[in-house]
């Protein structure tokens, strides 16, 4: 891993899309049809650095649990 690589890239839109659309982390995990944790679902809030295949499983829960199509882009600014 790169050391000037950043980690921790402060709160990121998916918070504010959960928050809107009244969804919890286990809404997510509920509705994902990939296997996806609580603790992934928090981290990509929080903003920690994902790899873009857990973006994307973050991604198709979301679109099925709101019943809306996301991009990637709208959910993450990395």
């Known amino acids: 891993m790169k050391p000037d690589l950043e ?3 402060g709160p ?3 918070a504010e899309l ?3 659309y009244e969804l ?14 609580h603790k992934m679902v928090t981290r990509a809030t ?3 650095r994902l790899s873009a295949h ?11 649990a709101a019943q ?3 991009k990637i882009g ?3 600014t990395y």
């Open 24 to 37: 919890k982390a286990h809404d997510l995990v509920a509705a994902s049809t990939e296997q996806i944790t």
């Open 54 to 64: 857990v973006k994307t499983k973050i991604l198709n829960a979301l679109n099925r």
């Open 68 to 70: 809306k199509e996301h």
């Open 12 to 14: 990121q839109p998916l």
């Open 74 to 76: 709208d959910l993450f």
């Open 46 to 48: 929080k903003g920690r």
């Open 7 to 9: 980690l921790n890239l």
């Open 18 to 20: 959960l928050e809107r």
